[in-house]
């Protein structure tokens, strides 16, 4: 496993471990929601073509993201443009 793979491994697998006392379902779409707003899509080819090394919360939430399906939103944090929100920015 090449070192930036593995670092990709590792970052969706805190993410995952993160959101874990959610439950299943809120953690998988929590990951998956913070993955697609926040992860480069270059970042995000590496485990989507290859989901090995991941723990189950993570790869699921690659899973959602490969079926091209985009998670709502699951925090403020990820709500970019919203009406707080005047330059598209979360920064206080």
Partial sequence: M????????YMAN??????????????IAATADH??????PRMKAVLLAD????CPNAAAAFSQLA???????????????GPRSGDGSDAG
């Fill in 2 to 9: 090449s070192d930036t793979r593995a670092n990709l491994v």
């Fill in 14 to 27: 805190q993410i995952a471990r993160n959101f874990a006392v959610q439950g299943d379902e809120a953690a």
């Fill in 35 to 40: 993955i697609a707003t926040f992860w480069d």
């Fill in 51 to 54: 989901q090995n090394g991941l």
């Fill in 67 to 81: 079926s091209g399906c985009t998670p709502a939103h699951q925090s403020a944090a990820t709500q970019f443009g």
